[in-house]
């Protein structure tokens, strides 16, 4: 079973900036994609950016530019630099992560998720 942990979220004043932090434990098998996704009150949940375990990052139009999205595969954990904050970031940000096994008999896909933390960004 794979835990995930989100930190970092909080208030902020419009135009400042935050940085969450995600450490996954338990049994994690190959990593494949690391990423934040946020959900704000009323709305579907939506990606902000992943990244591989390549190092090819993907960004919502809505935070390119503004947010950075890293990861320390030793530590089995991924950050999300968030600067220019605008009060439609405001959200439940959640953190994922995509891993596989294979196996001589089969391959096995998962699916994982943070508890969430709230970032809330006052104008």
């Known amino acids: 079973q794979v835990q995930l942990v989100e930190s970092g979220g909080g208030l902020v004043q419009a135009g400042g900036s935050l940085t969450l932090s995600c450490v996954a434990s338990?049994?994690?098998?190959?990593?494949?994609?690391m990423g934040w996704y946020r959900q704000a009150p009323g709305k579907q949940r939506r990606m902000v950016a992943t990244?591989?375990?390549?190092?090819?990052?993907t960004y919502a139009d809505s935070v390119q530019g503004r947010f950075t999205i890293s990861a320390d595969l030793a530590k089995n954990m991924w950050y999300l630099q968030m600067t220019s904050l605008k009060p439609e970031d405001t959200a439940v940000y959640y953190c994922?992560?995509?891993?596989?096994?294979?196996?001589?008999?089969?391959?096995?896909?998962?699916?994982?998720w943070g508890q969430g933390t709230q970032v809330t960004v006052s104008s």
């Open positions: 994922n992560l995509e891993s596989s096994r294979v196996t001589d008999l089969d391959s096995y896909d998962y699916d994982n």
């Open positions: 990244i591989t375990s390549g190092g090819i990052r």
């Open positions: 338990g049994s994690i098998f190959n990593i494949d994609t």
